[in-house]
C-alpha cells in the first residue's frame, strides 16, 4: 500500500493498493492492508479514494460499506486502467463540481487548455534537445515552444518527432498510431499513461467525460486526453531509451518492455517544491486543475515542465 504525498495540507489522501495477494479489510474505521511483508493501516477519515491496481488483492464485503460510510471511493482497474467506480450514494454526483466545469466560460477554458498546450510544447522541446543536443532545428523549435505562434502545438510535434526520429537513426519516422514498430511502442506507453491519469481524475471525483479541447466521443474520457498531454514526453523518453538499449530487437511490444515502459510513473521530478514520482506529480496537477474549475481561477493549475528536474532521472 503506497500514499500518495499530498500538495495541500487540507487534502485526504489519494491510497494506491499494488502489492500483489494482498489482503483488504476495515476494522476500528482502520483501512488495513495484509500482505506477506506485514500489515498496514490507516485512518478511513483520512482517505480520499483508494485505487486497487493490483492484480490478485483480496477485499473483505465489510471495506465496501465502511468506505461508503466514510465517503471514500474504490477505484479497482484491470491492467491499471479503471475499469470500475464504487462511490458512497452521497458521492455519487459532486454537483458543486460538475456545475462548475459546465459554466465555465469560452475564456477560461482557452486559458486552461492553453496552458497545457505550453507544457507539452516545452516538455517536447526539453526531451528532443535532451535527445539530440547538436540538432540544428532545436533553435527554431525553442522560439515557437515558447512562443505565441497558432498551431504551435502542431509545429512542435513535427520538429518532436524529426528530432527523435534522427536520433534513433530513422530519419523517415512519422508519428501515427496506426502504424506498428516504433508507433506500436508509443502506443503501449500513452495507454499506460492515459490510464494514471484516470485513477487520478477519478480520485479526486473529477468526471473525465468534461474535456477542454479533446470532442467527446461515445465512451471517450476527453479530460484524460486533455491532461495527460504535457506527460507524453515521459513516455517518449522511456521509449527513446528503451530502443538505445535493445538496438538490435524488433520494435514489438514484448513482455520486457511492458515492464520498462511503465516504469516512467515511479521515476522522480520536481514539482511544487515537492520531489515525487511521477504519477504524484500527475495527481498533484489533477488536484490543482480541480480547484482551478472550482474557484474559476486558471492560475491554480500548474502543468509539469522540468524546469527543475532532468529527463536522465
Not at 468506505?67 to 484491470?78: F, N, S, Y
Amino acid at each position: 500500500m503506497s500514499v500518495i504525498a499530498c500538495l495541500y495540507w487540507n487534502d485526504y489522501h489519494i491510497i494506491s493498493i499494488d502489492s500483489p495477494n494482498c489482503s483488504l479489510s476495515c476494522r476500528d474505521g482502520q483501512l488495513t492492508c495484509k500482505t506477506a511483508d506485514g500489515e498496514r493501516k490507516l485512518p478511513l477519515e483520512d482517505i480520499a479514494s483508494i485505487i486497487i491496481t493490483s492484480f490478485s488483492a483480496q477485499i473483505h464485503s465489510n471495506l465496501f460499506l465502511e468506505a461508503a460510510k466514510h465517503g471514500v471511493a474504490l477505484i479497482i482497474c484491470e491492467a491499471f486502467k479503471p475499469v470500475s467506480l464504487v462511490l458512497p450514494a452521497n458521492r455519487s454526483t459532486d454537483t458543486l463540481l460538475t456545475r462548475a466545469i459546465l459554466k465555465l466560460s469560452e475564456a477560461t477554458r482557452q486559458q486552461l487548455w492553453q496552458k497545457t498546450v505550453d507544457a507539452k510544447c516545452q516538455n517536447q522541446f526539453f526531451l528532443a534537445e535532451h535527445v539530440a543536443p547538436e540538432d540544428k532545428r532545436l533553435v527554431g523549435f525553442r522560439g515557437t515552444a515558447f512562443g505565441k505562434k497558432l498551431h504551435k502545438e502542431a509545429i512542435c510535434a513535427k520538429a518532436h518527432w524529426q528530432i527523435i526520429g534522427r536520433a534513433l537513426d530513422d530519419e523517415s519516422f512519422i508519428r501515427d498510431r496506426t502504424r506498428p514498430g516504433l508507433n506500436g511502442l508509443l502506443n503501449y506507453g500513452y495507454a499506460v499513461l492515459l490510464s494514471t491519469v484516470l485513477q487520478k481524475l477519478f480520485g479526486v471525483g473529477l468526471d473525465p467525460t468534461f474535456g477542454l479541447s479533446h470532442v467527446a466521443r461515445e465512451r471517450s474520457t476527453p479530460l484524460a486526453y486533455d491532461l495527460m498531454e504535457p506527460f507524453r514526453p515521459f513516455v517518449d523518453w522511456r521509449v527513446v531509451q528503451w530502443v538505445r538499449k535493445n538496438p538490435n530487437a524488433n520494435l514489438e511490444v514484448t513482455k520486457e518492455f511492458r515492464g520498462w515502459v511503465t516504469g516512467f510513473a515511479i521515476e522522480k521530478v520536481e514539482y511544487m517544491d515537492f520531489s515525487l514520482e511521477i504519477q504524484g506529480c500527475i495527481e498533484g496537477v489533477v488536484r490543482g486543475f480541480r480547484r482551478a474549475i472550482l474557484e474559476n481561477q486558471p492560475r491554480f493549475y500548474k502543468p509539469w515542465t522540468p524546469k527543475n528536474s532532468k529527463w536522465a532521472g
